[in-house]
């Protein structure tokens, strides 16, 4: 592309505005200040951006150097999808594990202490709380990010998640709009399709972000899925129809509109990112996401130029994109103010404010843990005996979905290491988990069998009804989306795979 653009003129700055791209390195480059400097609003951070709670704070500080009211945004749902501990897990369970104990009380101090460590990292915006449905228990890419398959759970958690979150002083996200439950395709890979009728989307989908929207979600995020019964022809974050007629007009949302990743397949394998990024602030998106793959300079000036060449064209109202950047303008000042506010009290300010924690929630840095014990759900045989010495840990590892990443560790080796000393481990795929091999490589120990959905991969299912089969004194750890018949002399699930899920379940299993 080719346009020409001035940095400094109104229409550029808005273009720029609306964008919240990603990055390389545990510092800002100069090309991103730049930006800033030109009326870029939005950052997003991954997990390629976090080396410490330190060092993120240097680099929120050297993008506020540049622009005070600067977003830093974040995916940071806590459970299997986090960034601030990518490379040790996380010390808050996920999504799943707090519908399970179905306490909003502690769901919402969970989301409080999660954003107050944000905030005192400087991040104001976290892309969470997914709203999902998850009523397809084979969903590929939902799982343990949803709060469950009951629509009212799902809200009254969605709420106080975003209340949680917010008192922190953090903005909430909650995604993904409409819907992402009732899928079978990952959105990352290809463009997935809910084929439902209306009555079924307003009594399941979009009861959650009613809930969220009256608890005063300062942002939601779009989807990339094609809802026939709303639109046959554009995926969510493109249609009009969902964007403006659904989620602004009938179900009253002011807040801010976020796409989902644009590089993502749905979108770019099929419309490409420029168009895409277009056609999403025209159907009523106000803020670009991108930066997951693709993070560089080049990919924010096409974005930017092709924003501005439409508004140019008439393909695009100017003062379409003039609302949105307003309203990525308006959350900046929100946070900005927010964070003035508790500055002055100093770090750690947030968790003074809001209601107090909830019963037996612990305190603020144990709240995580507190839940993730709480969400165990265990099944003992008559037969079992306590396992008292170090067992052989294998783990059935499937592959994980791309917005779990597989750089975070999971399962319970780690944990049960800490109190069974000599812990032993393996790591087993679909070619490779035949009953014999696992006991060969165990021996004498007792073997801790720890999955992962193991409903969705028929693998991991085989595998197991044979090892418990052959040693029924076997311990089964499920830490995805319990389906499956407990199998073993001790059957825990998680809810989860988060590093405090797997420290609550070791603790079960070493009796302590």
């Known amino acids: ?8 003129d109104t229409l550029t700055r808005d273009a720029l505005a609306v964008l919240q791209p990603g990055f390389e390195g545990a510092t800002a480059p100069d090309w991103l200040l730049r930006r800033v400097g030109e009326g870029l609003t939005s950052v997003g951070l991954f997990g390629r951006n976090i080396a410490s709670p330190e060092q993120l704070t240097a680099l929120t500080a050297q993008l506020r150097a540049e622009r005070d009211d600067v977003l830093v945004a974040i995916d940071e749902e806590g459970g299997d999808v986090t960034r601030l501990e990518v490379r040790h897990g996380s010390s808050f369970p996920g999504n799943l594990a707090l ?25 104001n915006l976290n892309w969470a709380p997914s709203a999902d449905v998850n009523s397809n228990p084979g969903n590929p890419v939902i799982g343990v990010r949803s709060f469950g398959a009951d629509p009212l759970l799902v809200a009254r958690h969605t709420a106080a998640y975003v209340e949680g979150l917010q008192a922190a002083g953090v903005a909430a996200c909650t995604k993904h709009f409409p819907g992402h439950g009732d899928t079978a395709v990952d959105s990352h890979h290809a463009l997935p399709t809910i084929d439902v009728d209306l009555d079924t989307l307003h009594a399941r989908e979009l009861v959650p972000f009613r809930a969220a929207i009256a608890a005063g979600s300062k942002s939601v995020m779009s989807a990339h899925i094609l809802l026939p019964a709303l639109d046959p022809s554009r995926p969510a974050t493109l249609s009009p129809q969902i964007l403006t007629g659904l989620l602004r007009e009938e179900l009253g949302y002011d807040g801010l509109i976020i796409t989902d990743g644009m590089e993502m397949q749905a979108i770019s394998a099929t419309y490409g990112i420029e168009r895409g990024s277009v056609m999403a602030i025209a159907a009523g998106a106000d803020a670009i996401c991108v930066g997951g793959g693709l993070a560089d300079d080049e990919t924010v000036l096409r974005l930017r130029d092709a924003l501005v060449a439409a508004v140019r064209d008439g393909v695009l109202p100017e003062e379409r994109l003039a609302d949105a950047a307003a309203r990525v303008r308006a959350l900046a000042g929100w946070a900005q103010q927010t964070r003035g506010a508790r500055g002055a009290s100093g770090p750690g300010a947030a968790s003074q404010e809001g209601t ?17 014990r709480r969400a165990l759900r265990i099944t003992r045989s008559p037969a079992f005996e306590p396992v ?113 899920c797997g420290r609550a379940a070791a603790e079960v299993v070493a009796g302590v």
């Open 99 to 123: 519908g399970a104990v179905d306490d909003t009380a502690l769901t919402r101090d969970v989301a409080r202490e999660l954003g107050r460590r944000l905030a005192e990292c400087g991040v």
């Open 1 to 8: 592309m080719t346009t020409l653009v001035s940095p400094t």
């Open 388 to 500: 008292t010495s170090a067992p052989y840990v294998a783990s059935f590892s499937p592959v994980a979905n791309i917005a779990v990443g597989d750089e975070t560790p999971w399962g319970v080796a780690a944990e049960l290491a800490h109190l069974l000393p000599g812990t032993a481990t393996g790591t087993y795929g679909s070619e490779d988990s035949t009953p014999e091999r696992v006991i060969g490589a165990a021996g004498d120990r007792r073997i801790v069998a720890v999955v992962r959905d193991a409903h969705r991969h028929p693998w991991m299912a085989v595998a197991l009804e044979s090892l418990t089969a052959a040693r029924p004194d076997t311990v089964v750890v499920e830490m995805g989306v319990p389906q499956a018949q407990p199998r073993g002399g001790l059957y825990i699930a998680t809810h989860g795979a988060a590093r405090v």
């Open 356 to 372: 107090a924690p909830g019963p037996g929630a612990g305190s603020g840095s144990e709240v995580g843990l507190v839940a993730a």
